[in-house]
């Protein structure tokens, strides 16, 4: 019991890593990795709003949706409790603890477009995880994009001091460095437990 | 008068291609172009919701109000994804299976919410479905494109077909999610190389790069820079 808890959260992080092999919140993997503080604290974020909105999709899945014979609405509950719940999330630290708003606070908003938590929610479902596997697959996935992004800011710290071929520059070199941190991640997929 | 109508056709599929031109909705092009046969589901299906996002939301245009529009969008979009979704597992199961969460993930493609904000809203039904319509076909020859290009490097096949000689041994790293980042890749780079104008300054210069036209754009890109500093 207690593996099949450990495999979820370092399956949702290293083998099945959200951005590296199932291609969710490219958008901001690309976007914000240009700065490493910045790649940092939405990690963060993101890991505190991935982990609160699974737990949320599960209970209203359990309790709401399934008893009434609801799932076919769960993609616009989905979407919906998520952007609700950052706009609350953001309120909250606002009100009652600043410090963390300073530094988690900005990225809040953008992680509603953010189609990785809606993915991680939808999988859950799939998944018939129960309410707590539901949240560490949600922390674990979460953990997995922020290693992925901190990962891509530090190659690109180096990258911005290469002369490169003028077509290379831009996307396409940081594309290919995903493209190597993806077949260095494809290496975890021997783990087993 | 037909013009216009054309022109928004060229529009989407050249000029401003969604996926090779506007760099939008980057997560499905990178996922479901394993085949060239899921780039046509995936794209064929995001059309169909494209264009009825865009009737849609221009028919309303008049009646949503402005501060709450961004809701609404999602709202509408979300109803005609989950429609889509379930005529899909109902009458094409098989694309249904293939494309999996990657269906109810239309909702947060940016083309949809970009184009609603972009276009649907400021004009008339028929122009918005045409300007759909170009959209959606663009994605999906872009989509279908980089399936092909996966297909025959990582499987020897096109749509099925054996292509490679048999004693070609398919390089296998093109169907697997690296060769979605090196294709993609490819496709800048040669279109760099022609010189051809993209938008991906912003695709890895700040988040408006996907969400250029959505719902955060003005928050995100001021504060990505806030917090930059």
Known sequence: MNNSLILIVVSGALINNVVLNQFLGICSFLGVSKQMKASASLGCAVIFVMTIASAVASILYDLILEPFGLQFMKTIVFILVIAALVQIV???????????????????????TNCAVLGVALTNVQSEYNFIESVLAGFGTAVGFTIAIVLLASIRSRIREQDLPAPLRGAPIVLISAALMSIAFMGFSGLSF | MMNKYVERLYNGLIKENPTLVLMLGMCPTLA???????????????????ILSNLVISLLRKSIPDEVRLPSYIVIVASLVTVTELLMEAYVPTVYEALGIYIPLIVVNCIILGRAEAYANKNTPLLSVMDGLGMGLGFTIALTLAGLVREVLGNGTAFGLQVLPKGVEPMGIFVQPPGAFLVIALFIIIMNAIGIKTRQKQLVEGCDGCCAACASAATCTSKTEEAAK
């Open chain 1, 90 to 112: 953001e309120m909250y630290l606002k009100k009652n603890s600043p410090a963390v708003y300073k530094s988690l606070g900005i990225f809040l908003p953008l992680i509603t």
């Open chain 2, 32 to 50: 479901v172009s394993t085949r060239a046969v899921n780039g046509i589901g995936m794209g064929l299906s995001t059309t169909a919701v494209l």
